[in-house]
């Protein structure tokens, strides 16, 4: 389901707006919490982007073939279940392996610090922190699609 | 009848009046209030203080005493004189053998009651073999294939003497199955075993989100559970209503019991259908809520929930017994209220609920440990937990008194407030045709997510204080060195080596056909499935192929996209 962006976003100084960053906000194996996710949703389509929601109990392949379909900028996965190493290392992989390695991952949910190396090294782009604010998440992703520039 | 006299209460208001105009105008005037309203969490505007007046319409049969209709002010008339709260730390992790040795550690440190933590495969009707399993087994919780894993998970642990809640919910009526054939094959008395299982589904569909079938089946499932456990093993609850998960997804006080109790309504009424007398199963009904940090919110909501219980037990469904309108409820403080920003202060935060559910009359409860805003709770931070509940119980005296807040005019002025609102919604949910209808059409869904929304914007704006993180925050304060209790990463090997074992060695035709006949059964309305499934534990029918069985002809379950 894609969100409807608020149109009074788009209503600003620039003579040619950039297209709005797409993101996947997706749920990735059996962790069933999604409180943060849907918030994060929320904030993301306020904050002027298009917002896909993948639903519950996603594979990383799911959701690889999602975020290709919906040609998104960014996959941001929310794990509070304990298996975001091998999951995050088994979305990155699929990414690489269907190339779609353009394709921005952002992890949040419940990450302990002493895994943050293990997922940057499997591919992941960007952590959010627990008690991160609707601020720090939208620059987040703007800075990272600014950084890759668009596609 | 009414507590207070005409003439009392007028003569308190005139005296309210007076004291506005004088003492109250004058200490605005040099010092005005930080806010200009105040609310509860839930939204209830609160007064500066409370009188007579403002409980003299309560009749005072709606406060009554405890072990009493409408049991407001406890389930019981002596509460913690004559037994203290259960103390339930919830554990699971790891091959049945890692938890059983938590559980020994933990009963040495003085707990009370055992509870279980399985992990999401096994919640799911999974079995760890499955690819859908990949990097879950034993990770939030224990792993259980087969009836042999419950045995490994008590063994040495007399199910006789010590009461044990399994947080279980899909699954549920096969892991009660593998408890109940493990209990017959230790020769235990069925009438002396003591427990709980969560089950509970439609909360499921709604808030914690593990379903394996659509919701009409899944209520079936729960009602051939809660009809065969009542019979067969007469003091084991098969339900936990379970409100603290409504809670965790975003719900406040009022939506957490409304919800709950219209799921109980929605409950009672399949097993009445069937034929059964509300007496017969409504004294094994048992409830699960949260402790929140709004502490006087919290305390009224239990007492709002055992009313307003009593009321529909007794008055809509005609229950005559006591105990099928007394609400026991099992607690846990809140979760969501923990933070990883000086995380020791998780305890100061944790020991303030676990005090306020002790005062509203907790019969069973779980304090969260410091370190779960980053993993499992280590065994340092469980004994704490565990602490926290002994120093409430053995140091502070609050267990002398049965409802030590009941009677105050705050206290009481607000569980009635609680319970005209928790009435409100009930009403609605029964316009809108029922429970299992909407949560079908997602309606609570709606309403949750908007709710943890609002939360969330409270808390960015700084509206909703988090000492460390949004007010008081210590620019200095490093990341939390905190250990972390470490995953096993030869369970899952050593959990598909069992299963392929047990697959070997049983006889596995005989397992097909046990299999078909549960499926001919499911297509049936009336034919309760404990029994078949019970049979297929015992033939080491694994869990994932019962509930895949099922899977074949109920199919699965696609959410309402609600965001």
């Known amino acids: 389901m894609t969100l409807g962006r608020d149109e009074d976003k788009m209503a600003g100084p620039e003579p040619q707006p950039t297209p709005s960053i797409r993101v996947l906000v997706a749920k990735l194996g059996l962790d069933g919490h999604d409180r943060g996710a849907k918030v994060v949703a929320r904030i993301l389509r306020d904050a002027g982007m298009e917002v896909i929601y993948s639903g519950l109990y996603k594979t990383p392949a799911q959701v690889v073939d999602a975020a290709i379909q919906e040609d998104v900028d960014v996959i941001g996965v929310s794990l509070l279940s304990g298996s975001h190493v091998p999951l995050f290392g088994a979305l990155c992989k699929s990414l690489r392996d269907q190339q779609a390695d353009h394709v921005l991952v952002v992890a949040g949910g419940v990450i302990p610090e002493h895994d943050y190396d293990a997922l940057i090294e499997s591919g992941v782009d960007a952590i959010i922190p627990q008690e991160a604010g609707s601020e720090l998440i939208i620059t987040a992703i703007r800075d990272l699609v600014a950084a890759r520039g668009r596609i | 009848m009414t507590l207070y006299s005409d003439a009392a209460i007028s003569e308190i208001e005139k005296h309210l009046a007076a004291w506005e105009q004088t003492e109250l105008a004058a200490t605005l005037k040099v010092r005005p209030e930080e806010k200009p309203e105040y609310r509860t969490e839930s939204g209830i505007p609160l007064k500066r203080v409370y009188t007579a007046a403002d409980v003299a319409d309560i009749p005072p049969g709606d406060i009554g005493l405890p072990g009493q209709f409408p049991f407001t002010r406890g389930p019981y008339p002596t509460m913690y004189r004559g037994r203290p709260w259960t103390i339930r730390q919830v554990a699971g992790f ?385 990341a939390a060195k905190v250990e972390i209790h470490p995953y096993d990463e030869n369970c899952t090997d050593l959990q598909i080596a069992r299963l392929k074992e047990v697959r070997a060695r049983r006889d596995t035709p005989r397992v097909h056909a046990l299999l078909s006949e549960l499926k001919d059964q499911a297509r049936t309305e009336d034919i309760n499935l404990l029994p078949k499934t019970i049979e297929l534990v015992k033939a080491r029918a694994t869990l994932g192929e019962i509930c895949a069985a099922l899977r074949d002809v109920w199919g699965g379950y696609d959410e309402p996209n609600i965001v």
């Not at chain 2, 707990?111 to 933590?117: E, M, V, Y």
């Not at chain 2, 419950?150 to 007399?158: A, E, N, S, W």
């Not at chain 2, 923990?338 to 995380?343: I, N, Q």
């Not at chain 2, 909703?464 to 925050?473: A, D, F, L, T, W």
Request: hydrophobic fraction near 40%.
């Open chain 2, 94 to 478: 790891g091959n049945p053998e890692s938890t059983n040795q938590r559980y020994k550690y933990m009963i040495e440190t003085g707990q009370t009651g055992l509870s279980t933590d399985f992990d999401l495969p096994t919640l799911l009707g999974l079995d760890s073999d499955d690819p859908m399993a990949f990097g879950e087994v034993g990770r939030v919780g224990v792993s259980v294939d087969t009836i042999d894993d419950v045995d490994r998970l008590f063994d040495g642990i007399d199910l006789e003497k010590i009461s044990v809640s399994l947080t279980i919910n899909p699954s549920a009526w096969v892991i009660y199955a593998m408890f109940v054939a493990v209990a017959e094959k230790r020769g235990y008395d069925f009438a002396k075993l003591t427990g709980t299982l969560q089950a509970d589904p439609l909360k499921e569909y709604v808030a914690q989100k593990e379903w394996i079938y659509p919701v009409r089946p899944a209520v079936r499932l729960m009602r051939d559970l809660i009809i065969y456990s009542t019979k067969t093993t007469p003091k084991f609850n098969p339900i936990s209503l379970s409100g603290y998960h409504l809670s965790d997804v975003g719900g406040n006080a009022i939506q957490e019991i409304s919800f709950t109790m219209a799921f109980a309504i929605a409950y009672c009424e399949e097993v009445i259908k069937a034929g059964i007398g509300i007496d017969d199963f409504a004294p094994r009904l048992s409830f699960f809520f949260i402790s929140h940090q709004d502490f006087f919110e919290q305390i009224c909501k239990f007492r709002a929930a055992r009313r307003v219980y009593a009321k529909i037990m007794a008055e809509r469904f005609g229950a005559q017994k006591p105990e099928s309108m007394r609400l026991r409820v099992h607690v846990q403080t809140a979760a969501m209220s923990l933070t990883k920003v000086e995380h020791t202060n998780n305890l100061m935060r944790t020991a303030i609920q676990a005090l306020g559910a002790v005062l509203a009359g907790c019969q069973s409860m779980h304090t969260n440990g410091l370190d779960e805003a980053f993993a499992i709770p280590t065994e340092e931070a469980m004994k704490l937990a565990i602490r926290t509940q002994q120093i409430i119980r053995d140091e502070t005296n609050v267990t002398s008194v049965v409802d030590p807040l009941g009677g105050s005019y705050f206290v009481e002025s607000l569980t009635s407030e609680m319970e005209r609102e928790i009435w409100k919604v009930l009403e609605e949910v029964d316009r809108l045709g029922g429970a299992v209808k909407l949560v079908e059409e997602g309606w609570f869904q709606q309403k949750l997510a908007d709710s943890a929304y609002a939360t969330f914007k409270l808390i960015d704006s700084g509206e909703k204080i988090s000492v460390g993180v949004n007010r008081h925050v210590d620019e200095t304060s490093e």
